[in-house]
């Protein structure tokens, strides 16, 4: 019997891929966001003919309690989650921008 022991990475995706079955939902790794997060100061300030998304100034990341949000422009907190001491799912691998789908040229359509 040849058998060869799961190298660590194979047991993290084996694990991945049995919550996504445990879930019943796939968690996708291009943009899905509905609803944005927003630094209540920069809105304030936001300059004409400028989006909020250029102006944004946001850091995101872990904490002891979950996600927070922070404003690098005003030092301020947008958002901190608490879960709670729960785990949940998540993705955390990144798509090479080539390989995003909205990035795939459409057929009979051109890009510079």
């Not at 968690?27 to 509905?34: A, K, M, T, W, Y």
């Amino acid at each position: 019997m040849n058998a060869r022991r799961k190298s660590s990475h194979e047991s993290a995706a084996n694990q991945m891929h049995s919550e996504k079955r445990i879930t019943g939902r796939h968690i996708f790794n291009h943009n899905c966001i509905q609803v944005y997060f927003h630094c209540k100061q920069c809105i304030a300030e936001l300059p004409p003919g400028t989006s909020p998304r250029e102006y944004a100034q946001l850091e995101v990341g872990w904490t002891e309690l979950g996600i927070q949000v922070w404003c690098k422009r005003h030092e301020y907190n947008v958002a901190h989650i608490d879960f709670e001491g729960l785990k949940f799912p998540a993705n955390t691998e990144a798509t090479p921008p080539r390989q995003r789908h909205h990035d795939r040229p459409i057929p009979g359509r051109r890009f510079a």
